[in-house]
């Protein structure tokens, strides 16, 4: 049965060619190969120059920054080397997450939304469970988002309760995935 799935991401490239976000692009295309509808909610960027419509894949940006300075969201520029969040990102974070929030709520119920899929537990599964809570929810980690939950202690208590509400949850690694059951994911829900 084709499901219609609604991806929540922080980062997906914003143009043919860009280096952010490439492993998001066949993940979602490879998704729309099965015959599935799939819908992704990324944070707009003033670099993006893409189509509505991709390789099967629908791509829903979101604008959520009053200032250029704070267009700081996902797309490799909220954290430095990976292992900590820039100032910016600490103002930007409620105004994108309050955003994508709306952007997922809308497109799952518009498009009459079967599962949602957040990438990053925190944020994207983060918006996701609350854009679709009647939804199946599947959360993919990518490491940033373990990195931060271990460290910062709301974080942690978001992916603690993200954890809990998913039915099934993918993690790039062994040690990730290790990682991830230690901040509360359930192992029997869990794949690598």
């Known amino acids: 049965m084709p499901h219609v799935v609604v991806m929540v991401t922080t980062s997906y490239p914003r143009f043919p060619g860009d280096s952010v976000g490439t492993f998001m692009e066949p993940i979602a295309a490879s998704v729309a190969a099965r015959g599935h509808e799939v819908h992704i909610v990324a944070p707009w960027h003033p670099l993006v120059t893409r189509g509505r419509e991709e390789h099967g894949v629908f791509v829903h940006f979101f604008k959520y920054a009053p200032l250029r300075a704070l267009n700081v969201f996902g797309e490799a520029a909220g954290m430095r080397a990976d292992v900590r969040l820039r100032g910016a990102a600490w103002i930007a974070a409620p105004l ?9 709520m809308r497109v799952a119920g518009k498009r009459r939304a ?12 983060a918006i996701a469970a609350a854009a679709g809570p009647r939804l199946p929810l599947v959360v993919s980690l990518h490491g940033s988002d373990v990195f931060v939950a271990e460290r910062v202690a ?4 978001v992916a603690r309760r ?7 949850v993918t993690a790039c690694s062994a040690d990730l ?13 869990l794949e690598v």
Request: glycine share 16%; proline share 7%; aromatic share 12%.
């Open 162 to 168: 993200v954890f809990q509400r998913a039915g099934f």
């Open 96 to 104: 994108a997450m309050t955003a994508g929030w709306f952007k997922a």
């Open 114 to 125: 079967t599962i949602m899929h957040g990438h990053w537990v925190v944020p994207g599964g």
């Open 154 to 157: 709301p974080a942690r208590a």
């Open 177 to 189: 995935s290790g990682r991830a059951v230690a901040l509360g994911a359930a192992p029997d829900r």
